[in-house]
């Protein structure tokens, strides 16, 4: 009896480890999803459905693209977070990834525990543009009526806890102005107030905003550390006279935690592989304007880590509360 308990508890223990290895020799055996969890549009989209015909054939099975937006991007994520480890669920984020977990406290996954990270896809500085109409061509137009007006003049981002709107909290400590936040629940919902004259300021990517720069709206200044090669033309924040000011909103790929580390390689490299393709890299570094990335599984997880750690210092040292 003794012999018989000992092979079952070894048998129940090994069970896990061979769907494990079933599971990565059979990848791919069906259909992919990649769950975006903004609205159809956005930029999160826009890139996730440029890489989605080639990833599909380079792994010889169909790819889609399915939005399911909603609470800055945390409600896909978690049912993602969820989901069967078997290689056919993958989630497509947003810089909110690594913000939400302060902002959200009943997200219904652990951000590091309950997902792998396979890709940082890109990263871009975002763009503080006003919209046509209002006076200002300058940062330091704006902040003078700020200043001479404060909590009077909006701006827009893609939520609450976004990088877009921890940005803007930063460029407000930085000098002494008070503004008024409008968060939206993605970037085509942005970029509709924007271009219905529904706000003052506008923030976020150049990717997002793509339609409306030249259009609706005038790019002030750019949130990198140093100007894009994309955008030559347009000052940084500290350039524009608000020092230590400085962010660029990334896109990224995960899958559920326990995805089997090859099935996790496969991706990795087919995704590579349509980054690589000309008509994807063009469209995303000369029309979008984003810098492209390809990273490891393990360079993505580093990153991830440091942009929740610095995140997570700028909520806690500005009191930033979901409202």
Known sequence: MMIARRGLLVATLAAPAVARAQTQAAWPNGTIRMLVPWPAGGSADTVARLLQPHVAAKLGVPLVVDNRAGAS???????????????????????????NPFFIP???????????PVMLVATSPMMLTAINNRPWTTVAEMLAA?????????YGTVGIGSLAHLTM???????GTRLVH???RGGNPLNAAAAAGDLDLAISTAAGMATLIGNHVRPLAQTSEARSPNWQQIPTLIEAGVPGVASRAFWGILAPARTPAPVVARMNAALKEAL?????????????????VGSSPAEFTSFLDQQIATWGRVVRDRNIKAE
């Open 73 to 99: 991007g945390s409600i896909g994520t978690r049912e993602i977070a969820r989901a069967t480890p078997d290689g056919n669920n993958w989630v497509f984020v947003f810089d909110t990834h690594a913000t």
């Open 276 to 292: 690589a393709h000309p008509t994807v890299r063009d469209r995303m570094t000369q029309n979008m304007g984003v810098d492209i």
């Open 169 to 175: 909290e930063l460029v407000q400590a930085a000098t």
């Open 182 to 184: 409008v968060p939206y």
């Open 146 to 154: 700020a200043r001479a007006r404060p909590e009077t003049i909006t």
């Open 106 to 116: 009943d997200l219904g996954f652990d951000t590091k525990a309950d997902l792998a």
